[in-house]
């Protein structure tokens, strides 16, 4: 079988760190390129994380830095509460509990590359069809779309991790991602090429365990151990800012939205519940802004051809996580 080639871009960001795991050691996958952008932290800080997972791997795959700030949604003064410092303290001073400054590897010796993600991917897209993997804000992607439009033409697929049909996680309606970048979102989700999202209904409908941090772990390498313990982590903070609903540690639960994305592609069983429809990103600063809106009107014409994933099978993700970190996949 033919390897899918892809390009990820990543706010790394623990969840993305498991994206970047998947998509370097899976058999199925080449993993062409990671540019990164702002989102789970400062753009330095996810460019950081992001090379020091891919020196622990091993991997020869360039790093690309992008954008550092949303395209447009800072510049209403008052639309987002303290915007530049969002990312790492909320109203109540616990987001920097989610993903930590520097994910616990050596400093990086490798560098990123010169030239800006937002022109790696436009002048990429322009010669080579390749799958697009979009799992922080969408700002490099949006921007990528707007220099030249046309690189939809040879986005085979785009990949999406953001938005939640049912549920949010940044504000009462809109999921962290889509909500960091309202505006790129609504672009990204308007590109003219096959869009497959999967919004937190999926990601949280297959949550991880710190047993399955362990039995992830009991593979011994240093990939497993790493992705292990970052379940493990995550769990205990998930608890820690109370997004668990238990008091025993053996029930605190994680979900590990980025790889999903990058799992899907190897195995598109994972996704048990995926639908075409319409969808939109509100971007209009008001209690829905960032949300992700899907036209549910049986009577309308689908815009794109854009799928919705609402299930994850989490067994099917966990022996495959396993198989891959394995070197059986
Ligand atoms: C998304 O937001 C980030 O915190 C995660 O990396 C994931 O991409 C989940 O809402
Ligand atoms: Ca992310």
Avoid at 300 to 326: F, P, V
């Amino acid at each position: 079988m033919d390897k899918r080639k892809i390009i990820l871009d990543v706010d790394t960001g623990t969840d993305d760190a498991m994206a970047i795991i998947m998509a370097a050691l899976s058999p199925d996958i080449e993993l062409k390129a990671i540019t990164c952008t702002h989102g789970n932290l400062p753009l330095p800080n996810t460019v950081d994380n992001t090379l020091r997972v891919v020196e622990m791997l091993g991997i020869d795959v360039p790093v690309y830095s992008g954008c550092a700030e949303p395209m447009a949604q800072w510049l209403r003064p008052g639309r987002v509460m303290n915007p530049r410092r969002q990312h790492q303290v909320d109203s109540d001073g616990r987001v920097s509990m989610i993903h930590e400054e520097h994910l616990p590897l050596p400093e990086p010796t490798i560098r990123a590359e010169e030239k800006h993600a937002v022109s790696f991917l436009v002048d990429t897209f322009r010669k080579e069809k390749l799958t697009l993997v979009a799992v922080g804000p969408a700002t490099n992607v949006a921007m990528a779309l707007r220099m030249d439009p046309s690189i939809a033409d040879n986005i085979e697929e785009l990949v999406v991790m953001g938005g939640g049909v049912h549920c949010s996680n940044a504000t009462q309606s809109a999921e962290f991602n889509f909500y960091l970048d309202p505006e790129a979102a609504e672009i990204m989700m308007r590109a003219n090429c096959k869009i497959t999202v999967f919004p937190l209904d999926a990601t949280t409908s297959a949550l991880f365990s710190i047993k399955d941090g362990e039995d992830i772990k009991a593979v011994g390498t240093e990939p497993a151990e790493f992705f292990g313990d970052l379940v493990i982590d995550f769990c205990r903070r998930m608890e820690a800012i109370r997004l668990s609903n238990t008091d025993d540690p053996n029930q605190f639960e994680c979900a590990i939205h980025d790889a999903l994305c990058i799992l899907y592609l190897i195995d598109p069983k994972i996704a048990t519940d995926l639908r075409r429809q319409s969808a939109f990103v509100d971007f209009s600063g008001g209690y829905a802004d960032g949300a992700l809106l899907v036209d549910t009107r049986s009577y309308m014409e689908l815009m794109g051809e854009t799928y919705i994933a609402y299930k994850a099978d989490k067994q099917r993700i966990k022996d495959l996580i396993i198989e891959i970190l394995s070197g059986n996949a």
